[in-house]
């Protein structure tokens, strides 16, 4: 499993688009490929169907591929649906590949099997496939019930965990900032990886 970030790097309304229009052409590359994607955490724009970030979790033998196709500086060209009269057509936004964490976290890590709650059908509440995963040294806790199996949700306890962690390890040392956090302020403006076009969002 992959943690893989999408981010409109505090660029304007329409990198936000982008960062929307990128989403539903990664899930479609994504069912090609039959890697899963999950949502894990998103955050909206401005105006109604942007987004400022979306983190995402990929799943399948082909998820490496896939990450690595989103990896980077990004660039849609498109005249701004918000501004008709303004010039600029370029707009950037990035992608952010994480680091799984090291294995030793898992054994500082105590899980907790819990019943799954919430929307789903049939398959809520009839297993404890749920987890609550509880970092031992930080107090830092998550419940993960997205997998229908423990073990899956246990992966992804673990991935989040790591990440809660650098970002706690960011705000309590400048000098240790989190990729994540950090990742908002790098994207380049130029020598994008990949580039699209368009109010479809095809590739250029």
Known sequence: MILLQ????????????????????????AAQRQV????????EGAR?????SALLALDGDQADGLARDWEGTLQWTCPSPYRPNHGRKNW?????????????????????????????GQHVNTTDSAVRAIHLASGISVKVQSERSQHANKRLAILLIGQRLAQRADEA?????????????????GNPVRCFKGERFEPA
């Open 6 to 29: 999408l981010s409109a790097a505090q660029g304007p309304d329409e990198c936000a688009l982008a960062v929307a229009k990128a989403l539903q052409r990664l899930m479609h590359e």
């Open 36 to 43: 899963r994607v999950q949502v894990l955490e998103r955050e």
């Open 48 to 52: 109604r169907g942007t987004l400022v």
């Open 92 to 120: 950037f936004f990035g992608g952010a590949r994480f680091a799984p964490p090291p294995a030793s976290l898992e054994g500082e890590i105590r899980f907790e099997a819990q019943r799954a709650s919430g929307p789903g």
């Open 173 to 189: 040392d400048g000098a240790l900032r989190a990729e994540r956090r950090l990742f908002h302020h790098r994207v380049e403006r």
